[in-house]
């Protein structure tokens, strides 16, 4: 079983910035790829960005939060980020991250899909005010 738990969300005001932090529980973290994914009320979970496992320096962000949002990872301390700058109201969403190992060769490349990850966080709520 791999553990996942996302922090950092937060109320914040438009243009403002958060970092959330995913932290793994899995003993080889470096050969998971991470995605972040955001949910609201009403709608199906949208993939916002992708980190490819360590063996490759692949990243992804969806068009919406491109040149705004940064993916990173931490791999000594089991921990993904994804760095929020410009926030904006309709980024208000629960914050997802989901693992899996390894993943196939061409992930990261385009909007993450659920079903390409086996393990998921609990979430964090982003609430951006205006």
């Known amino acids: 079983e791999v553990n996942l738990v996302e922090s950092g969300g937060d109320l914040v005001q438009a243009g403002g910035s958060l970092r959330l932090s995913c932290a793994a529980s899995?003993?080889?973290?470096?050969?998971?790829?991470i995605g972040w994914f955001r949910q609201v009320p009403g709608k199906e979970r949208e993939g916002v960005s992708c980190?490819?496992?360590?063996?490759?320096?692949?990243?992804y962000y969806a068009d919406s939060v491109k040149g705004r949002f940064t993916i990173s990872r931490d791999n000594a301390e089991n921990t993904v980020y994804l760095q929020m700058d410009s926030l904006k109201p309709e980024d208000t969403a629960v914050y997802y991250c989901?693992?899996?190992?390894?993943?196939?060769?061409?992930?990261?490349?385009?909007?993450?899909?659920?079903?390409?990850?086996?393990?998921w966080g609990q979430g964090t709520q982003v609430t951006v005010f205006s």
């Open positions: 989901a693992a899996v190992r390894f993943g196939q060769e061409d992930m990261c490349t385009a909007y993450p899909k659920e079903y390409e990850f086996d393990y």
């Open positions: 899995a003993i080889t973290f470096a050969d998971y790829a």
């Open positions: 980190i490819f496992h360590s063996a490759s320096i692949t990243t």
